[in-house]
């Protein structure tokens, strides 16, 4: 299945905006879903956003539901995270996720590789 490499984070005022991406490793990239999970200090993982493996389907959190943007190029074995309107309550470790089924929503539970994470952090 490969590796996930995220890249992307970084320090960002509120209202700024910062893009994610992921690289995957491996030749069955395009097969699974994707998503991006973040978590907190002293916080649970919670998922973000996911998208499916052919990008028909996307879900988000409530919380970046009209800020943040999921996307994903099959041909680059890439995923993204277009982050806008950033808030200080974004702040987190941020990562990349994949599945082996089609499509599986936002339950962790569906994801089986992970990447390092990329620190995003968002002053007010």
């Known amino acids: 299945q490969g590796q996930l490499v995220e890249s992307g984070g970084g320090l960002v005022q509120a209202g700024d905006s910062l893009r994610l991406s992921c690289e995957a490793s491996?030749?069955?990239?395009?097969?699974?879903?994707m998503a991006w999970f973040r978590q907190a200090p002293g916080k649970e993982r919670e998922a973000v956003a996911c998208i499916s493996n052919r990008a028909e389907r996307t879900d988000y959190t409530d919380a970046v539901k009209g800020r943040f943007t999921i996307s994903r190029d099959n041909a680059k074995n890439m995923v993204y995270l277009q982050m806008d309107n950033l808030k200080p309550e974004d702040t987190a470790v941020y990562y990349c996720?994949?599945?082996?089924?089609?499509?599986?929503?936002?339950?962790?539970?569906?994801?089986?590789?992970w990447g390092q994470g990329t620190q995003v952090t968002v002053s007010s």
């Open positions: 996720a994949k599945g082996v089924r089609t499509w599986g929503g936002l339950q962790e539970s569906w994801y089986t590789h």
């Open positions: 491996g030749r069955r990239f395009d097969r699974g879903v």
